[in-house]
Every structure is written in structure tokens, then in C-alpha cells.
């Protein structure tokens, strides 16, 4: 027969086995990319800096400067001086929703993803045009 501290250690580490096996439920938000090179640029108002994580839900601002991005293993953005755009990720691709501003793709690799011309696809990639009137 067992002894109870015998039975409460187990107990204890079935726990404790359980609570790791869940813990990638609970985790944060996706990586969207990483930001390769900024000035004066920030993200959810702090200060954006080289070698920093987007996750989705970011939304970045570009004030009299500029931010690269990348995302992906091969396709960067550049955003231009009076940028705003947010990332959001899906299960197969992220999309970059430009609010106002410019973005340009590094290297170039757009292509249409159909008759939607506001939508355009960048290496596993997509970003649509917000009005911001």
C-alpha cells in the first residue's frame, strides 16, 4: 500500500504536469515580425526600437521617420513618415491594415491575390488600405 505522502507527491505532480500542458493555451498574441531598423516611430505609444517583437494587435505610428519591419523570412516593410498600421494574424498569414501613410514592400514581391485591388499579397503577407475619412 502506498503512503499518503507518496500519493500527495504524485497528485502534486499530476497537477503540475497538467498545468504545463496548458500553459500554451494561455500564451500571448502571435508574432506578426520584428522591426530590422527604426526613427521616431513607436508602438502602443512607447518608443520603437531595432530587434523589438510585433505581435498582433500592434499598432505602430510612424511620425517624422521611418520603421522596417520584417516579416516573414525574406519580406521586409518600410514605413514612410506619417504612417499608422496595425498587424493582425491569422492562422496562414499576417495582414498589415495601412490607416494612413506608406508602406513599401522590400524586395518586391507583390502580386494580386484576385479581383480586390486593395488587397495585395506579400509572401504569406497582406495588407489592405483603411479609410481613414
Known sequence: ???????????????????IAVAPVFAGSAVVGSVAGT???TVGGQTLLPNTTL???DSLQV?????????????RMVFGRDTVASFLRDSDEVTVLLGQGNVFCLPRCFRDSGSDEDRRRLRGSSFRFQDSG
Open 55 to 57: 505581435f498582433s494587435g
Open 63 to 75: 511620425k517624422d521617420g521611418v520603421a522596417v519591419v520584417a516579416l516573414g523570412n525574406s519580406s
Open 1 to 19: 500500500m502506498l503512503s499518503r505522502n507518496c500519493i500527495a507527491r504524485f497528485s502534486l505532480y499530476l497537477t503540475l504536469l497538467g498545468l
Open 39 to 41: 526613427l521616431n516611430a
